[in-house]
């Protein structure tokens, strides 16, 4: 049997490959228990086989590679959930079929959560605010899909961004448990289980929620 023949690369090409083993090779750096500023440059490129001074032809800087990273790890997570969303399923199934995509995004971009997961909340200030604005977009894509699912005649455009932030909170909460420690035993069907319950509940206690009633606690 003849060898296929080898495909000879540009040199766009060479650049566009160089440029994602680097944002590959950051990523596997983090994933042996490392933070983004516990990664070194020089770690980066060794990883890949090229010098440090080749990295500048892909990347300024460590930063505009991590922001890179926090771009392209929500990107592919926001297509899916659209793509969940979009789908002309019943409206009780909504809750379920992004619970089952956020787990499939998971499974398949393991690295890439662990990233946002971790340096959501540490770390690198511009990496940090770059994942929590991408969050917030998250939100507010969310929030119109949420006004099917709630009594919202007396919700406010700020109730409907608060829900959205509190059920994405807790499916970041569920899966990162689930990613970082999960018990054995317990298997995708039962961490689903978990996660829609815990959604529901949330959506139950939003249809008794009225603004004009908190404000008048106050």
Do not use: C
Request: glycine share 6%; net charge negative; aromatic share 6%.
């Amino acid at each position: 049997m003849s060898r296929p023949q080898k495909r000879h690369r540009g040199h766009d090409d060479t650049l566009i490959n160089t440029r994602q083993a680097l944002l590959e090779a950051a990523l596997e750096l983090m994933s042996r228990d490392k933070s983004f500023d516990g990664i070194s440059l020089r770690e980066v490129t060794r990883e890949v086989g090229i010098t440090p001074g080749a990295f500048y032809r892909h990347f300024p800087d460590m930063n505009s590679l991590g922001l890179e990273l926090v771009t392209s790890s929500f990107s592919t997570l926001r297509a899916m959930l659209i793509t969940a969303r979009a789908t002309s399923i019943p409206e009780e199934l909504i809750i379920r079929r992004s619970v089952e995509t956020f787990i499939i995004y998971v499974r398949a971009h393991h690295r890439q959560f662990q990233f946002i997961s971790r340096e959501a909340y540490g770390g690198v200030a511009t990496i940090r605010n770059a994942i929590n604005n991408e969050f917030k977009q998250l939100e507010t894509e969310l929030t119109d899909d949420l006004a099917r699912l709630v009594n919202n005649n007396n919700w406010t455009a700020d109730d409907l961004q608060m829900l959205a932030s509190l059920m994405i909170g807790s499916m970041i909460q569920i899966v990162s448990e689930q990613l970082m420690g999960r018990p054995n035993g317990e298997d995708d069907a039962a961490l689903i289980q978990k996660a829609e319950k815990q959604l529901r509940l949330i959506t139950l206690g939003a249809n008794a929620w009225h603004s004009s009633d908190f404000q008048n606690a106050i």
